[in-house]
């Protein structure tokens, strides 16, 4: 026996000394690798920190410089050296960096664009960067310098008025580099006011009109549109900024999604016909016949009375957590089952999201007193129990409440934040509960059903808006006449996506993530090649990453150096 133990340590030790090289090698690359992406993101905060003037010049080119560095020590690492989680990492940054300086140089050229208007920016960014090190201001001049600068911007925003020539994305741009200057202006006065007496003797009224005529200015900005840029007047009053086609589809390609808008229109139109049929059944179960509305009406007049909402979600919330362990669905820490809270939406900002958010913290979305008649009812209706029975789960485990867990635990150096991980994993859950019988009643098919088609919805109002076929008026009546919405939980879904500081791609990423995730669910736990538990663990333990990259790690496909999206997860025919 002890001949047996000696000759297979012997052996283990000439195969671990064969294999050597090219595993450390392995080991060291991945290592390297992962190294250089922390020290991006530490640096990178540290710039965030200092430079915190939106879209001045300065910040523009030191981010710009950073992402050219990295790129610059990304090259020495052997990426054929990495695993699939490796490349995927290398991938991903590359692409991110990359990205950083497309953007600085977009940026650039705008500025240039706008240079015209903004003849007076450099005496403020100045006065703002000398700030950061406390150097002592010749106040007197500063003040002349801020007075001749209220009086130039008085000047410029009588043309400007006038002029009505400048693109969408411009004016825009110009708005938010007369908001960047005000900061800068804020910044200085705040540091040196009360502390400094020369400084506060003579930068009071200087700093209080220039701050006022900046204000206005960045307002005058968002008024000076060319009108063949803009979509379709309507009385919605809701004013977004559609990126086009062209835009439309580079971003896509970022987010390695292999599809054109029509492509993506054709798929919310595949998966509505679906909503479609399975509506129709639940309305015919309920005694509605094919009248669909009918039974989505009645549903709606299911809501709790008021100041009973809070504790209607908790047993959803139980009802959902007990699914998932009864059918070993996903691993819950039992930390993320206990350290989640409740909180209530404020009535303003109900406006822009009449429905509940989630995450650690669950914000219910329920009337107040302060609300109209109206209001109330409309909140009321559309955050009924049967809707809500769709959403828990989405807001809280296994959707975004347990992916703020995770993410803060597993592979926390990736920062590949993308829409179509965060918001495709939770509406993956909606439809995978959905065929697991997780809804009690045809009410509760209804109501879940209600949101799958909202989803659809979204894809399609979104892409036409941004491609320039329809308005924001358009949008919302699609909303009340093809998903059954509230007039203004319409109006507030409409409001959210293109002026609610949300990306272009967010609404989509929905539907479209999680047909992402449920392809790659078929591809794995379909061929019994992972139980669900296994799948959804270690997809959560991979941390926020494009689709396509995760099925490259789950499957450990080695992709090469050159790879670009081609995953057609869903078929058009």
């Known amino acids: 026996m002890k001949h047996f133990v000696k000759l297979y340590f012997i052996t283990l030790g000439m195969l671990l000394l064969c294999a050597g090289p090219s595993w450390a090698q392995k080991i060291a690359a991945n290592d390297a690798l992962r190294q250089l992406i922390e020290m991006y993101h530490a640096d990178r905060g540290n710039l965030q920190r200092f430079y915190t003037i939106d879209h001045s010049p300065e910040r523009r080119e030191r981010f710009k410089t950073l992402a050219q560095s990295y790129l610059t020590q990304l090259q020495p690492i052997d990426y054929n050296a990495l695993d699939a989680g490796g490349r995927v990492d290398y991938l991903l940054i590359k692409r991110d960096w990359e990205d950083v300086i497309y953007q600085s140089q977009e940026e650039a050229t705008a500025f240039q664009q706008l240079a015209n208007w903004f003849p007076f920016a450099q005496v403020i960014y100045d006065a703002e960067k000398a700030r950061r090190r406390g150097l002592m201001p010749d106040?007197?001049?500063?003040?002349?310098?801020?007075?001749?600068?209220?009086?130039?911007?008085?000047?410029?925003?009588?043309?400007?008025?006038?002029?009505?020539?400048?693109?969408?994305?411009?004016?825009?741009?110009?708005?938010?580099?007369?908001?960047?200057?005000?900061?800068?202006?804020?910044?200085?006065?705040?540091?040196?006011?009360?502390?400094?007496?020369?400084?506060?003797?003579?930068?009071?009224?200087?700093?209080?009109?220039?701050?006022?005529?900046?204000?206005?200015?960045?307002?005058?900005?968002l008024k000076a549109t060319t009108v063949s840029s803009q979509v379709k007047n309507d009385a919605s009053g809701i004013v977004g900024n559609p990126i086009g086609k062209e835009e439309l589809t580079r971003k896509l390609k970022l987010e390695m999604i292999p599809y054109s808008p029509e492509e993506l229109v054709e798929i919310a139109n595949k998966e509505f016909a679906w909503c479609d049929a399975e509506m129709l059944k639940a309305s015919r179960e309920m005694g509605f016949g094919d009248n669909w509305k009918a039974a989505l009406e009645k549903v709606k007049q299911t809501a709790v009375p008021p100041g009973q909402q809070p504790s209607a979600m908790v047993k959803l919330y139980e009802e959902s957590i007990a699914f998932l362990k009864d059918n070993h669905l996903i691993t819950i820490p039992p930390l993320a089952e206990e350290t989640w809270r409740l909180s209530m939406m404020s009535p303003e900002r109900q406006l822009v999201n009449p429905f509940f958010l989630g995450g650690e913290e669950f914000i219910v979305s329920y009337p107040t007193n302060t609300m109209t008649h109206d209001q109330k009812m409309m909140s009321m209706r559309g955050n009924n129990p049967h809707f809500s029975r769709a959403t828990v789960h989405h807001?809280?485990?296994?959707?975004?409440?347990?992916?703020?867990?995770?993410?803060?635990?597993?592979?926390?150096?990736?920062?590949?934040?993308?829409?179509?991980?965060?918001?495709?994993?939770?509406l993956y859950w909606e439809m995978l509960l959905y065929d697991l019988k997780f809804p009690r009643s045809a009410e509760d098919r209804v109501g879940m059903l209600f949101w799958r088609m909202h989803r659809c919805a979204r894809i399609i109002f979104?892409?036409?808006?941004?491609?320039?076929?329809?308005?924001?008026?358009?949008?919302?009546?699609?909303?009340?006449?093809?998903?059954?919405?509230?007039?203004?939980?319409?109006?507030?879904?409409?409001?959210?996506?293109?002026v609610g500081g949300y990306d272009p791609l967010?609404?989509?990423?929905?539907?479209?993530?999680?047909?992402?995730?449920?392809?790659?669910?078929?591809?794995?736990?379909g061929t019994k090649k992972m139980t669900y538990q296994q799948f959804h663990d270690q997809f959560m333990q991979e941390n926020k990453l494009p689709i396509e990259m995760i099925r490259a790690i789950l499957s450990r496909k080695l992709l090469p150096k050159d790879y670009q999206t081609n995953w057609r997860f869903y078929s058009l025919k």
């Open 462 to 498: 979104s892409l036409n808006y941004h491609i320039g076929k329809w308005s924001p008026q358009e949008c919302i009546d699609f909303l009340v006449d093809r998903v059954g919405h509230e007039y203004a939980n319409a109006e507030g879904e409409v409001r959210r996506s293109f």
């Open 506 to 525: 967010y609404q989509i990423a929905y539907m479209i993530g999680g047909l992402q995730i449920r392809a790659l669910k078929d591809e794995l736990v």
């Open 139 to 221: 106040s007197p001049k500063l003040a002349s310098e801020l007075n001749q600068c209220v009086k130039q911007i008085v000047g410029l925003q009588a043309k400007l008025k006038e002029t009505k020539t400048l693109t969408k994305d411009l004016s825009n741009r110009g708005s938010r580099i007369a908001l960047g200057l005000k900061s800068a202006l804020n910044s200085v006065y705040s540091f040196y006011n009360g502390y400094d007496p020369m400084f506060t003797w003579w930068m009071a009224k200087p700093y209080a009109e220039l701050d006022s005529v900046l204000k206005g200015y960045s307002s005058a900005f």
């Open 395 to 426: 807001e809280l485990i296994a959707g975004h409440g347990l992916q703020s867990f995770m993410t803060r635990r597993y592979k926390t150096y990736r920062h590949f934040e993308t829409p179509f991980w965060v918001e495709g994993w939770s």
